[in-house]
DNA sequence: CCATGTCTATCTATCAGTAGATAGATTCAA
DNA sequence: TTGAATCTATCTACTGATAGATAGACATGG
Protein backbone atom coordinates (compact mmCIF):
# COMPACT_ATOMS: atom_id res chain seq x y z
CA UNK A 1 0.00 0.00 0.00
CA UNK A 2 1.82 3.20 -1.39
CA UNK A 3 1.82 5.97 1.31
CA UNK A 4 -0.80 8.76 1.01
CA UNK A 5 0.10 11.59 -1.24
CA UNK A 6 0.75 15.19 0.46
CA UNK A 7 -1.47 16.06 -1.44
CA UNK A 8 -4.08 14.08 -0.02
CA UNK A 9 -2.44 14.27 3.82
CA UNK A 10 -3.20 17.97 3.08
CA UNK A 11 -6.92 17.38 2.40
CA UNK A 12 -7.04 15.26 5.34
CA UNK A 13 -5.85 17.13 8.02
CA UNK A 14 -7.90 20.24 6.44
CA UNK A 15 -10.86 18.07 6.70
CA UNK A 16 -10.51 17.22 9.90
CA UNK A 17 -9.94 20.56 11.18
CA UNK A 18 -12.18 22.55 8.90
CA UNK A 19 -15.19 20.33 10.15
CA UNK A 20 -14.55 21.56 13.53
CA UNK A 21 -13.71 25.25 13.47
CA UNK A 22 -15.03 26.26 9.87
CA UNK A 23 -12.83 28.23 7.19
CA UNK A 24 -11.25 30.57 9.04
CA UNK A 25 -10.25 28.26 11.88
CA UNK A 26 -7.53 26.42 10.36
CA UNK A 27 -4.29 28.07 9.09
CA UNK A 28 -1.74 26.85 6.60
CA UNK A 29 0.60 26.30 9.49
CA UNK A 30 -1.99 24.14 11.46
CA UNK A 31 -2.39 21.38 8.39
CA UNK A 32 2.10 21.97 7.68
CA UNK A 33 2.29 21.01 11.46
CA UNK A 34 -0.34 17.95 11.37
CA UNK A 35 1.21 16.31 7.92
CA UNK A 36 5.04 17.29 8.89
CA UNK A 37 6.07 19.63 5.89
CA UNK A 38 6.43 23.51 6.22
CA UNK A 39 4.02 25.97 5.74
CA UNK A 40 5.25 27.12 2.17
CA UNK A 41 4.68 23.38 0.74
CA UNK A 42 1.30 23.04 1.75
CA UNK A 43 1.22 26.57 -0.68
CA UNK A 44 2.79 24.60 -3.19
CA UNK A 45 -0.27 21.84 -2.88
CA UNK A 46 -2.33 24.91 -2.84
CA UNK A 47 -1.41 28.29 -3.76
CA UNK A 48 -4.50 29.59 -1.69
CA UNK A 49 -6.79 28.85 1.10
CA UNK A 50 -9.77 29.66 -1.09
CA UNK A 51 -8.08 27.10 -3.69
CA UNK A 52 -7.26 24.43 -0.90
CA UNK A 53 -11.21 24.65 0.32
CA UNK A 54 -12.65 24.39 -2.64
CA UNK A 55 -10.90 21.21 -3.40
CA UNK A 56 -11.52 20.23 0.12
CA UNK A 57 -15.56 20.91 -0.74
CA UNK A 58 -15.30 19.32 -4.39
CA UNK A 59 -13.43 16.00 -2.94
CA UNK A 60 -15.77 15.82 0.30
CA UNK A 61 -18.91 16.12 -2.34
CA UNK A 62 -17.10 13.28 -4.41
CA UNK A 63 -16.79 10.86 -2.02
CA UNK A 64 -20.68 10.96 -0.23
CA UNK A 65 -21.82 10.65 -4.30
CA UNK A 66 -19.77 7.61 -4.27
CA UNK A 67 -21.03 6.40 -1.44
CA UNK A 68 -24.57 6.87 -1.96
CA UNK A 69 -23.97 5.14 -5.48
CA UNK A 70 -26.52 5.42 -7.94
CA UNK A 71 -29.85 6.62 -7.01
CA UNK A 72 -31.42 4.64 -10.24
CA UNK A 73 -31.09 1.20 -8.81
CA UNK A 74 -32.18 1.21 -5.33
CA UNK A 75 -34.50 -0.44 -3.33
CA UNK A 76 -37.45 1.51 -2.13
CA UNK A 77 -36.23 3.36 1.25
CA UNK A 78 -32.65 2.59 0.49
CA UNK A 79 -31.84 6.09 -0.76
CA UNK A 80 -33.14 7.54 2.92
CA UNK A 81 -31.42 4.66 4.74
CA UNK A 82 -27.92 6.12 2.87
CA UNK A 83 -28.42 9.39 3.43
CA UNK A 84 -29.31 9.61 6.92
CA UNK A 85 -26.78 6.77 7.74
CA UNK A 86 -23.91 9.45 6.11
CA UNK A 87 -25.22 12.10 8.60
CA UNK A 88 -25.24 9.21 10.87
CA UNK A 89 -21.68 8.57 10.88
CA UNK A 90 -20.29 11.89 10.61
CA UNK A 91 -21.62 12.15 14.10
CA UNK A 92 -21.13 8.60 15.67
CA UNK A 93 -18.00 7.89 13.93
CA UNK A 94 -15.71 10.99 12.81
CA UNK A 95 -17.67 12.83 15.47
CA UNK A 96 -17.69 15.80 13.52
CA UNK A 97 -20.13 18.33 11.42
CA UNK A 98 -20.95 17.83 8.02
CA UNK A 99 -18.21 19.47 6.11
CA UNK A 100 -20.66 21.41 3.68
CA UNK A 101 -23.15 22.04 6.29
CA UNK A 102 -20.53 24.53 8.42
CA UNK A 103 -19.10 25.78 5.04
CA UNK A 104 -22.76 26.60 4.35
CA UNK A 105 -23.40 28.02 7.28
CA UNK A 106 -20.72 30.19 7.10
CA UNK A 107 -21.18 31.24 3.40
CA UNK A 108 -20.96 34.81 3.43
CA UNK A 109 -17.15 34.58 4.75
CA UNK A 110 -16.58 32.20 1.90
CA UNK A 111 -14.66 32.96 -1.24
CA UNK A 112 -17.00 32.24 -4.14
CA UNK A 113 -15.57 29.13 -5.56
CA UNK A 114 -15.63 27.34 -2.53
CA UNK A 115 -19.68 28.97 -1.33
CA UNK A 116 -19.86 27.26 -5.49
CA UNK A 117 -18.64 24.09 -4.29
CA UNK A 118 -20.84 23.88 -1.09
CA UNK A 119 -23.85 24.54 -3.11
CA UNK A 120 -23.14 21.85 -5.29
CA UNK A 121 -22.87 19.70 -2.69
CA UNK A 122 -26.56 20.26 -1.65
CA UNK A 123 -27.31 19.86 -4.61
CA UNK A 124 -26.74 16.56 -5.10
CA UNK A 125 -28.20 15.44 -2.42
CA UNK A 126 -31.07 16.74 -2.91
CA UNK A 127 -31.30 15.63 -6.49
CA UNK A 128 -30.24 12.12 -5.23
CA UNK A 129 -33.25 12.18 -2.94
CA UNK A 130 -35.50 13.35 -5.84
CA UNK A 131 -34.61 10.53 -7.48
CA UNK A 132 -34.21 7.23 -5.75
CA UNK A 133 -37.34 5.23 -4.57
CA UNK A 134 -39.02 6.48 -1.86
CA UNK A 135 -36.33 8.08 -0.27
CA UNK A 136 -39.10 10.16 0.87
CA UNK A 137 -42.22 10.04 2.62
CA UNK A 138 -45.61 10.58 0.63
CA UNK A 139 -45.65 14.48 0.78
CA UNK A 140 -42.00 15.32 2.09
CA UNK A 141 -40.04 17.15 0.58
CA UNK A 142 -36.65 16.26 -0.04
CA UNK A 143 -35.22 19.50 1.42
CA UNK A 144 -37.32 19.15 4.39
CA UNK A 145 -35.17 15.97 5.18
CA UNK A 146 -31.85 17.19 4.33
CA UNK A 147 -32.42 20.32 6.40
CA UNK A 148 -33.20 18.41 9.02
CA UNK A 149 -30.38 15.87 9.07
CA UNK A 150 -28.17 18.95 9.19
CA UNK A 151 -29.76 20.62 11.86
CA UNK A 152 -29.70 17.52 14.18
CA UNK A 153 -25.87 17.25 13.60
CA UNK A 154 -25.90 20.70 15.30
CA UNK A 155 -28.35 20.08 17.92
CA UNK A 156 -27.02 16.90 18.86
CA UNK A 157 -23.52 18.22 18.90
CA UNK A 158 -24.25 21.48 20.71
CA UNK A 159 -26.10 19.66 23.41
CA UNK A 160 -23.26 16.62 23.56
CA UNK A 161 -26.18 14.47 23.37
CA UNK A 162 -25.76 12.21 20.61
CA UNK A 163 -28.79 10.23 21.20
CA UNK A 164 -30.77 13.94 19.98
CA UNK A 165 -29.71 12.80 16.34
CA UNK A 166 -31.44 10.03 16.32
CA UNK A 167 -34.49 11.88 17.97
CA UNK A 168 -34.57 14.11 15.35
CA UNK A 169 -34.11 12.42 12.31
CA UNK A 170 -36.98 9.37 13.16
CA UNK A 171 -39.97 9.07 11.56
CA UNK A 172 -42.76 10.44 13.36
CA UNK A 173 -44.82 7.43 14.32
CA UNK A 174 -48.34 7.19 12.71
CA UNK B 1 -34.24 58.76 22.96
CA UNK B 2 -30.94 58.11 24.23
CA UNK B 3 -28.58 56.91 22.45
CA UNK B 4 -27.56 53.09 22.26
CA UNK B 5 -24.38 52.40 24.49
CA UNK B 6 -21.43 51.73 23.28
CA UNK B 7 -21.62 48.18 24.94
CA UNK B 8 -24.45 47.92 23.01
CA UNK B 9 -23.39 48.83 19.52
CA UNK B 10 -20.55 46.02 20.24
CA UNK B 11 -22.82 43.65 20.46
CA UNK B 12 -25.05 44.39 17.48
CA UNK B 13 -22.28 44.67 14.59
CA UNK B 14 -20.37 41.50 16.61
CA UNK B 15 -23.87 39.74 16.31
CA UNK B 16 -23.75 41.07 12.32
CA UNK B 17 -20.59 39.54 11.83
CA UNK B 18 -20.70 36.63 14.15
CA UNK B 19 -24.14 35.34 12.11
CA UNK B 20 -22.20 35.85 8.75
CA UNK B 21 -18.85 34.80 9.58
CA UNK B 22 -18.71 33.03 12.65
CA UNK B 23 -16.66 33.12 15.91
CA UNK B 24 -13.05 33.12 14.35
CA UNK B 25 -14.80 35.80 11.28
CA UNK B 26 -14.22 38.76 13.13
CA UNK B 27 -12.21 40.57 14.87
CA UNK B 28 -11.75 43.12 17.77
CA UNK B 29 -10.77 45.70 15.22
CA UNK B 30 -13.49 45.07 12.88
CA UNK B 31 -15.80 45.95 15.58
CA UNK B 32 -14.21 48.89 16.48
CA UNK B 33 -14.12 50.04 12.98
CA UNK B 34 -17.85 49.28 12.95
CA UNK B 35 -18.06 51.27 15.65
CA UNK B 36 -16.11 54.10 15.31
CA UNK B 37 -13.98 53.64 18.16
CA UNK B 38 -10.08 52.19 18.81
CA UNK B 39 -10.04 48.29 19.31
CA UNK B 40 -8.68 48.76 23.31
CA UNK B 41 -12.10 50.06 23.68
CA UNK B 42 -13.93 47.03 22.60
CA UNK B 43 -11.69 45.52 25.42
CA UNK B 44 -12.61 47.84 27.82
CA UNK B 45 -16.21 46.42 27.55
CA UNK B 46 -15.17 42.85 27.07
CA UNK B 47 -11.71 42.05 28.06
CA UNK B 48 -11.65 38.70 26.05
CA UNK B 49 -13.09 37.71 22.68
CA UNK B 50 -14.49 34.73 24.87
CA UNK B 51 -16.63 37.27 26.99
CA UNK B 52 -17.54 38.91 24.07
CA UNK B 53 -18.85 35.94 22.17
CA UNK B 54 -20.53 34.55 25.60
CA UNK B 55 -22.36 37.82 26.06
CA UNK B 56 -23.46 37.89 22.55
CA UNK B 57 -24.93 34.01 22.68
CA UNK B 58 -26.46 35.25 26.09
CA UNK B 59 -28.22 38.25 24.66
CA UNK B 60 -29.41 36.39 21.65
CA UNK B 61 -30.84 33.58 23.93
CA UNK B 62 -32.87 36.51 26.14
CA UNK B 63 -34.08 38.40 22.64
CA UNK B 64 -35.28 35.14 21.34
CA UNK B 65 -37.34 33.98 24.96
CA UNK B 66 -38.96 37.35 25.08
CA UNK B 67 -39.87 37.34 21.56
CA UNK B 68 -41.10 33.93 22.12
CA UNK B 69 -43.30 35.07 25.49
CA UNK B 70 -44.68 32.28 27.89
CA UNK B 71 -45.10 29.16 26.17
CA UNK B 72 -47.98 28.16 28.57
CA UNK B 73 -50.61 30.70 27.53
CA UNK B 74 -50.76 30.27 23.93
CA UNK B 75 -53.55 29.22 21.67
CA UNK B 76 -52.90 25.65 19.65
CA UNK B 77 -50.39 26.38 17.16
CA UNK B 78 -49.19 29.31 18.17
CA UNK B 79 -45.97 28.34 19.66
CA UNK B 80 -45.12 26.22 16.56
CA UNK B 81 -45.80 29.37 14.34
CA UNK B 82 -43.65 31.84 16.82
CA UNK B 83 -40.52 29.90 16.72
CA UNK B 84 -40.56 29.40 12.70
CA UNK B 85 -41.48 33.01 11.81
CA UNK B 86 -38.27 33.10 14.62
CA UNK B 87 -36.20 31.65 11.83
CA UNK B 88 -37.84 32.47 8.91
CA UNK B 89 -37.54 36.35 10.18
CA UNK B 90 -33.37 35.54 10.50
CA UNK B 91 -33.46 34.33 6.86
CA UNK B 92 -36.08 37.21 4.92
CA UNK B 93 -35.43 39.96 7.44
CA UNK B 94 -31.77 40.05 8.65
CA UNK B 95 -30.42 37.70 6.35
CA UNK B 96 -28.03 36.04 8.34
CA UNK B 97 -27.74 32.68 9.98
CA UNK B 98 -28.68 31.97 13.34
CA UNK B 99 -26.22 33.00 15.79
CA UNK B 100 -26.20 29.73 17.95
CA UNK B 101 -26.68 27.59 14.64
CA UNK B 102 -23.73 28.80 13.42
CA UNK B 103 -22.03 28.84 16.90
CA UNK B 104 -23.32 24.84 17.75
CA UNK B 105 -22.00 24.12 14.09
CA UNK B 106 -18.61 25.14 15.53
CA UNK B 107 -18.68 24.01 19.14
CA UNK B 108 -15.36 22.50 18.56
CA UNK B 109 -13.45 25.74 18.33
CA UNK B 110 -15.25 28.10 20.51
CA UNK B 111 -14.48 28.48 24.27
CA UNK B 112 -16.06 26.22 26.71
CA UNK B 113 -18.44 28.84 28.27
CA UNK B 114 -18.99 30.11 24.96
CA UNK B 115 -20.40 26.65 24.03
CA UNK B 116 -22.27 26.55 26.88
CA UNK B 117 -24.60 29.27 26.48
CA UNK B 118 -24.83 27.97 22.48
CA UNK B 119 -26.39 24.78 24.41
CA UNK B 120 -28.83 26.91 27.36
CA UNK B 121 -30.35 28.49 23.77
CA UNK B 122 -31.39 25.15 21.98
CA UNK B 123 -32.22 24.23 25.67
CA UNK B 124 -34.85 27.22 25.45
CA UNK B 125 -35.73 26.37 22.30
CA UNK B 126 -36.95 22.90 22.70
CA UNK B 127 -38.40 23.05 26.05
CA UNK B 128 -40.26 26.12 24.80
CA UNK B 129 -41.89 23.44 21.90
CA UNK B 130 -42.39 21.18 24.95
CA UNK B 131 -44.36 23.08 26.66
CA UNK B 132 -46.17 24.99 24.10
CA UNK B 133 -49.58 23.55 23.28
CA UNK B 134 -49.68 21.72 19.78
CA UNK B 135 -46.56 23.33 18.80
CA UNK B 136 -45.21 19.82 17.20
CA UNK B 137 -47.84 17.20 16.02
CA UNK B 138 -48.09 13.74 17.06
CA UNK B 139 -45.28 11.78 17.37
CA UNK B 140 -43.35 14.54 16.30
CA UNK B 141 -40.49 15.72 18.34
CA UNK B 142 -39.24 19.18 19.48
CA UNK B 143 -35.89 18.21 18.59
CA UNK B 144 -36.74 17.18 15.05
CA UNK B 145 -38.75 20.80 14.50
CA UNK B 146 -35.56 22.79 15.61
CA UNK B 147 -33.08 20.82 13.53
CA UNK B 148 -35.10 21.28 10.65
CA UNK B 149 -35.84 25.10 11.07
CA UNK B 150 -31.53 25.23 11.82
CA UNK B 151 -30.90 23.28 8.45
CA UNK B 152 -33.38 25.14 6.43
CA UNK B 153 -31.29 28.29 7.49
CA UNK B 154 -28.02 26.89 5.64
CA UNK B 155 -29.84 25.16 2.79
CA UNK B 156 -31.46 28.16 1.71
CA UNK B 157 -28.69 30.60 2.15
CA UNK B 158 -26.20 27.65 0.69
CA UNK B 159 -28.48 27.96 -2.39
CA UNK B 160 -29.04 31.03 -2.35
CA UNK B 161 -32.79 30.62 -2.75
CA UNK B 162 -34.96 31.84 0.38
CA UNK B 163 -38.07 29.45 -0.70
CA UNK B 164 -36.16 26.63 -0.11
CA UNK B 165 -36.71 27.22 3.42
CA UNK B 166 -40.89 27.34 3.51
CA UNK B 167 -40.60 24.33 1.41
CA UNK B 168 -37.90 22.75 3.96
CA UNK B 169 -40.24 23.79 7.02
CA UNK B 170 -43.75 23.14 5.22
CA UNK B 171 -46.07 20.69 7.13
CA UNK B 172 -46.05 17.15 4.92
CA UNK B 173 -49.58 17.08 3.32
CA UNK B 174 -50.90 14.15 5.27
C1' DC C 1 -18.11 76.82 46.27
C1' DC C 2 -14.40 74.54 45.58
C1' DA C 3 -10.77 71.00 45.91
C1' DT C 4 -9.81 66.32 45.99
C1' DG C 5 -10.50 61.92 44.66
C1' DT C 6 -12.79 58.33 41.97
C1' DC C 7 -15.04 56.31 38.09
C1' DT C 8 -15.94 55.69 33.11
C1' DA C 9 -14.70 55.59 28.67
C1' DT C 10 -11.73 56.46 25.59
C1' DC C 11 -7.13 57.17 23.50
C1' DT C 12 -2.03 56.13 21.84
C1' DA C 13 1.34 52.90 21.59
C1' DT C 14 3.00 48.54 21.82
C1' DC C 15 3.57 43.46 22.45
C1' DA C 16 4.30 38.63 20.90
C1' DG C 17 2.20 35.65 17.95
C1' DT C 18 -0.01 34.26 13.73
C1' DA C 19 -2.18 35.01 9.15
C1' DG C 20 -1.67 34.11 4.00
C1' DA C 21 1.63 34.49 0.71
C1' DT C 22 6.18 34.66 -2.02
C1' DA C 23 11.19 34.20 -3.66
C1' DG C 24 14.82 31.51 -4.23
C1' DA C 25 17.77 27.57 -2.94
C1' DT C 26 17.98 22.59 -2.44
C1' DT C 27 16.98 17.75 -2.86
C1' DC C 28 16.01 13.77 -5.31
C1' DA C 29 14.15 10.59 -8.51
C1' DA C 30 13.22 9.51 -13.40
C1' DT D 1 19.34 16.95 -16.57
C1' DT D 2 15.05 18.15 -15.81
C1' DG D 3 11.07 18.74 -13.06
C1' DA D 4 8.49 17.86 -8.93
C1' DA D 5 8.55 18.64 -4.19
C1' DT D 6 10.38 20.44 -0.40
C1' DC D 7 13.09 23.61 2.16
C1' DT D 8 14.79 28.28 4.35
C1' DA D 9 13.83 32.74 4.88
C1' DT D 10 11.10 36.45 4.59
C1' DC D 11 7.24 39.85 3.84
C1' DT D 12 3.21 42.54 5.08
C1' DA D 13 -0.86 42.56 7.49
C1' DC D 14 -3.48 41.31 11.11
C1' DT D 15 -4.59 38.83 15.73
C1' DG D 16 -5.95 39.22 20.76
C1' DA D 17 -4.25 41.52 24.45
C1' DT D 18 -1.95 44.99 27.66
C1' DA D 19 0.09 49.33 29.60
C1' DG D 20 -0.26 53.86 30.55
C1' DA D 21 -2.14 58.44 29.67
C1' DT D 22 -6.06 61.49 29.37
C1' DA D 23 -10.40 63.86 29.51
C1' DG D 24 -14.76 64.46 31.47
C1' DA D 25 -18.48 63.33 34.79
C1' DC D 26 -19.60 62.85 39.45
C1' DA D 27 -19.41 62.76 44.13
C1' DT D 28 -17.85 64.05 48.85
C1' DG D 29 -16.14 66.63 52.46
C1' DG D 30 -13.98 71.12 54.02
Known amino acids: MPDQSARDQILDAAEKRARMAGYHGFSFRDLAEDV ?12 TKGELAEA ?8 VAEKLGDPDDLAPGAGRA ?27 ALPPPVAAAVADF ?8 ERAPAAVRRGEKPAALLARLE ?16 EATAAPDS
Chains 1, 2 share one sequence.
Open 36 to 47: GIKSSSVHYHFP
Open 56 to 63: LARRYTLR
Open 82 to 108: RVVSLFRDALLIDDRMCLCGLFGAERD
Open 122 to 129: FGLILDYL
Open 151 to 166: GALILARALNDPGLFD
